[in-house]
């Protein structure tokens, strides 16, 4: 299987690292097509794979076509690619926000996976949630699904209304934590932790917390009521939450997440 990826940044690279360390291609397989030629010199480098500022020349042999660019430069990919694709070349978009609909206009091509990773995949624990067009064969299907486990986990879904959402989710998610942690950190570092011993402490808790989650058959509300004793410190801290409206102010960054998502897609 020849892969090329339009766009050589963060999420190629995190692609790349799934499916090399998946054994799932070669190098001699893989071309990455960038208009940056350090980025493109600083990808050989590392991956020792195929190189080129020419995406018409880059997609020619390939089976799967990656676009791991920008929403915004989709018109600028578009009309370089369009009516030069073959019919039986996969083509994964990671875009956020932009519909299968579009995409297949835009590139006059029907065979279309659309997906939304994470910046976990990074480390192998990504969440990607994915749909396709019609024109995708259960071949083609199973190709993606490989490649989106070699980053993590991976969940189809049929309804592509809900990509939008797993954006607002899974996609903008890892934030919304780094932020809660970087929250926990500055409150012990005001109250008399250094910055390595808060950051110890907050990023060991919600590692374990994740873990334990996964592990245990009780939800989410039933453990964390676990914790928290009757007039104890964790009920004295919840109670702050509560009082802010904390689930309201979750829910509405969520709610706004998810109108960034369709908007971009118009």
Same mark, same amino acid.
């Given at each position: ?10 999420? #190629? ?8 360390? !998946? ?12 208009? $940056?030629?350090?980025?493109?010199? !600083? ?11 020419? $995406? ?11 676009? &791991? ?29 932009? $519909? ?7 590139? @006059? ?11 976990? /995949? ?21 190709? #993606?699904? $490989?490649?989106?486990? &070699?980053?993590?986990? #991976?969940?189809?879904? @049929? ?27 500055? /409150? &012990?570092?005001?109250? %008399? ?22 592990? !245990?058959?009780? %939800? ?8 928290? !004793? ?30 960034? /998502? ?5």
């Amino acid at each position: 299987m020849k892969i090329t990826f339009i766009g050589g940044g963060n999420m #190629a690279r995190t692609m790349l690292n799934g499916l090399f360390g !998946s054994n799932l291609v070669c190098p001699d397989d893989v071309t990455v097509s960038d208009v $940056n030629q350090a980025g493109l010199e !600083s990808i050989k480098a590392e991956y020792g794979v195929n190189t080129t500022g020419n $995406n018409v020349q880059a997609v020619g042999n390939s089976d799967l076509v990656v676009l &791991a660019v920008k929403p915004q430069n989709l018109s600028v990919i578009s009309a370089e690619l369009a009516g030069r694709l073959e019919p039986n070349q996969l083509i994964v978009s990671i875009l956020a926000g932009i $519909n299968l609909g579009k995409l297949s206009q835009n590139l @006059e091509h029907n065979a279309i996976v659309r997906a939304m990773p994470n910046t976990p /995949a990074q480390i192998g624990m990504g969440m990607t949630v994915w749909t396709s067009s019609a024109a995708v064969t259960n071949e083609q299907k199973e190709t #993606a699904q $490989n490649i989106f486990l &070699a980053m993590g986990e #991976a969940l189809y879904i @049929e309804d592509e209304e809900f990509i939008d959402l797993a954006t607002a989710i899974s996609g903008s998610g890892p934030a919304y934590f780094f932020l809660f942690m970087e929250a926990m950190v500055d /409150a &012990a570092v005001k109250s %008399g932790f250094t910055k390595e011993t808060a950051t110890r402490l907050v990023l060991q808790t919600a590692l374990g917390s994740v873990n334990y989650a996964r592990l !245990s058959d009780k %939800g989410l509300a039933e453990l964390r009521q676990q914790v928290t !004793s009757p007039g104890g410190t964790t009920a004295a801290a919840i109670q702050v939450f509560e009082a802010e409206n904390f689930k309201s102010v979750v829910a509405k960054a969520v709610a706004c997440a998810h109108q960034r /998502a369709k908007e971009i897609g118009r």
